[in-house]
């Protein structure tokens, strides 16, 4: 147990539809990292956060936006659902952001589309 | 090409046989990750190194940053040692990840 938790662990739902998918890193955790995983594409950083504060931007559709509450946990919301969104949603946190910190991974949230 | 490259995709062996994965990446790097994913999806990290080796029960990485690689071994590899293992870098600039695309690690007893 990597002691970051994400929920739900499945969603399925129509295509349209918006989601959101929740993420709790780590007890003092201040980073929350969002990856993707699809059967084309493999694992893809989505987008970053510290603090509050959006840190890192990667292959982040617009459709997808993200957040970090005061109290460190992060949503990942997905609107106008298509079908190749369906993927694993893993978040991963880290104490800080700099690049000598490990990332510990949750348990993923599999959205599928259909 | 992709910046991170592994070989080999797919792997086979027999229980108690020494197994290598290796990673080649075209980037510089503050750190590489060997992750390992179960069938089950859930993803955990192994290690995290950016130079020499480290040990951890059967398993051994290690990484040369001049010839930007970095092995994965398992000694006396054993059935539950059946995984997906995947290597990430950490670039220079920034703390995000970015993938190889896996090997999928098959051990028979």
């Known amino acids: 147990d990597s002691g970051v938790t994400q929920t739900p662990k499945h969603l399925i739902t129509a295509t349209g539809q918006r989601v959101t998918l929740r993420c709790s890193p780590r007890?003092?955790?201040?980073?929350v990292y969002w990856y993707q995983q699809s059967l084309d594409q493999g694992l893809q950083f989505l987008i970053q956060y510290y603090n509050g504060e959006e840190r890192a931007k990667g292959n982040i559709l617009e459709r997808f936006s993200a957040q970090q509450f005061p109290d460190l946990h992060s949503e990942l919301n997905l609107s106008s659902l298509e079908l190749g969104d369906s993927a694993l949603y893993f978040c991963?946190?880290?104490?800080?952001?700099?690049?000598?910190?490990?990332?510990?991974f949750g348990p993923g949230t599999r959205l599928t589309v259909l | 090409k992709n910046e991170v490259e592994q070989s080999p995709q797919n792997l086979t062996a027999q229980e108690g046989e020494f197994i290598t994965i290796n990673c080649s990446y075209s980037?510089?790097?503050?750190?590489l990750h060997w992750l390992q994913q179960h069938p089950g999806g859930g993803i955990v990290s192994l290690f995290m190194?950016?130079?020499g080796k480290k040990k951890h029960g059967r398993l051994i990485a290690t990484i040369n940053i001049q010839e930007k690689h970095s092995s994965l071994h398992i000694t006396a590899s054993h059935p539950r040692d059946s995984a997906v293992y995947i290597c990430?870098?950490?670039?220079?600039?920034?703390?995000?990840?970015?993938f190889g695309e896996g090997t999928q690690l098959t051990v028979n007893p």
């Open positions: 980037v510089g790097i503050s750190a």
């Open positions: 990430a870098v950490r670039s220079t600039s920034g703390s995000r990840l970015t």
């Open positions: 007890s003092g955790d201040l980073s």
């Open positions: 991963a946190s880290s104490v800080t952001s700099g690049g000598a910190d490990e990332q510990f």
């Open positions: 190194l950016s130079s």
